[in-house]
């Protein structure tokens, strides 16, 4: 029996070094995925490093009264790990996939073929500066603000309807006769008339005209669109000068912090009642909250940062029931007012069980 003592402790030592190996191996081989985990928490109320490294108010206000804040209204941010040129190792996503807080997603969902992270980083850039002029819009039309909304044509599609009819910096102020106050609106008056053909009131180098236009359909999978074939950007005239110094972040999900930062700043008292309040929601001019990426991983920045309510948009519910982190009550709303009404319970310190949650749909 002693003699086969050594063979045994010699297959061991083996099989030690083929496994050393492998990982070794797997280390190094490319990853078709990459990490998504928590990333930064800024205080909208607070403030934030500037172009100088300096600390300057995440959001300042000239031109109107402003007031005093209390505890936080924090937005929440979610840190990517890895990209095209240098993805995740198999040991790092395994250690991923163990931790709760974190995400394996695949990289074309992050960083779509063609796309460079230099490209990435601008559209998310342009995303930000379009979330933080929306979310103006929407607190001040809240607090009853005219905005001077227009909806301008960046341009048109080649081989599209629009293409030779619209061109880039036309102001379309009306649709079939009725006033356009919106892109939204306009987007969906287009969808509601179905491919007839549609008249548009342009305003063009200052001058007022009209144009006809026919949409084309549009499918993909089961859903059919009606497009005209052009982008659009929304110009506002905002009466006061409101300015969001946040840089390093990029994306369209802060937008409802922003806009619920700028009228606690507008209004007497604090909007949370001195409470630490985190969320999340892209926000468009009407007061409209949409979905987000990475909300998993949103809640437990947020936790992390000792925010004891979190607003969730409700289009994300089904990704964040069952993966709330002891110690975070997260609060369903879809719209800016629905948050409002939700602070409003919490800074009077009333029955906080009873805010719409995430359920099981």
């Known amino acids: 029996m002693e003699r086969t003592r050594p063979v045994k402790l010699g297959l061991g030592v083996w099989a030690l070094i083929v496994a050393l190996v492998a990982l070794v191996v797997l280390t190094f ?5 990459v990490i998504q985990r928590p990333g930064p928490v800024y205080d909208t109320l607070g403030t934030a490093a500037g172009p100088d490294g300096e600390k300057v108010p995440l959001i300042s206000i000239e031109g109107a009264e402003t007031f005093d804040t209390g505890g936080t209204l924090d937005l929440t941010t979610v840190q990517v790990v890895g990209n095209r040129e240098r993805t995740p190792s198999w040991f790092e996503l395994a250690l991923a996939w163990t931790d709760s807080s974190r995400a394996v997603v695949p990289l074309d969902s992050v960083f779509p073929e063609g796309v460079t992270t230099e ?5 998310n850039a342009t995303l930000m500066v379009d979330s933080q002029h929306e979310a103006t819009a929407a607190a001040l039309g809240e607090l009853g603000y005219d905005t001077g909304a227009e909806v301008v044509v960046v341009e048109a599609v080649e081989d599209s309807p629009a293409e030779g009819i619209l061109e880039p910096d036309d102001v379309i102020t009306a649709i079939d006769g009725d006033p356009v106050v919106s892109a939204k609106q306009l987007r969906s008056r287009i969808q509601d008339i179905g491919g007839a053909e549609i008249d548009l009131t342009v305003l063009r180098d200052g001058q007022e ?7 084309q359909e549009y499918t993909e999978g089961d859903t059919t669109t ?15 000068d409101v300015t969001i110094q946040l840089d390093n972040v990029g994306g369209p999900s802060a937008g409802m912090m922003f806009a619920l930062g700028i009228i606690d700043q507008l209004t007497p008292g604090e909007l949370n009642g001195g409470e630490n309040v985190a969320g999340t929601g892209t926000i468009e001019a009407d007061g409209t909250v949409g979905p987000i990426g990475g909300i998993r991983q949103k809640l437990y920045g947020a936790r992390d940062a000792g925010a004891e309510f979190f607003l969730a948009p409700a289009s994300n519910c089904d990704e964040v029931v069952g993966h709330v982190p002891d110690g975070l009550q997260v609060v369903r709303t879809a719209t800016l007012e629905e948050s409002l009404d939700a602070l409003e319970v919490i800074a009077d310190g009333g029955d906080v069980s009873a805010l719409p949650a995430c359920t099981a749909s």
């Open 226 to 240: 009606w497009l005209i074939g052009i982008t659009l950007r929304t110009d506002y005239d905002f009466p006061i």
């Open 119 to 123: 490209q990435r980083d601008e559209r």
């Open 29 to 33: 081989l490319p990853t078709p995925y």
């Open 209 to 215: 005209q009209d144009v006809t236009i026919t949409p």
